[in-house]
């Protein structure tokens, strides 16, 4: 199976900033859309920002707006998640999908392929 790699993940204050980073193996590079996913425990997961493959096609959850960028590197197969001014809200682990049709879905179910996660933790 598929898996991609986040990595990025880590415990720090309220207002720090951290960079997460998704690796995308050779066979998922044709994958047009690419996001990113939070899950805190006992809630369900949720959407955090996508990419489509074209230059500014990026959607964001209202509650990372002005805080949050996601990017890609298509070259490196390579997908970021910058957070700043991160909340204790934020904390949970993220993980990175993709999924080769357009559109970027809000529903976990729309992305075929996923990460393992990594943990975000934001202290107050």
């Known amino acids: 199976q598929v898996q991609l790699t986040e990595s990025g993940g880590g415990l720090v204050q309220a207002g720090a900033s951290l960079r997460l980073s998704c690796a995308v193996p050779?066979?998922?590079?044709?994958?047009?859309?690419m996001a990113w996913f939070r899950q805190a425990p006992g809630k369900e997961r949720e959407f955090v920002a996508g990419s489509g493959r074209n230059i500014g096609m990026t959607y964001y959850a209202d509650s990372v707006k002005g805080r949050f960028t996601i990017s890609r590197d298509n070259a490196e197969n390579t997908l970021y998640l910058q957070m700043n001014s991160l909340e204790p809200v934020d904390s949970g682990v993220y993980y990175c999908?993709?999924?080769?049709?357009?559109?970027?879905?809000?529903?976990?179910?729309?992305?075929?392929?996923w990460g393992q996660g990594t943990q975000v933790i934001v202290s107050s």
């Open positions: 999908a993709a999924r080769v049709a357009r559109g970027v879905p809000t529903t976990p179910r729309f992305y075929e392929f």
């Open positions: 050779e066979r998922t590079s044709n994958a047009n859309t």
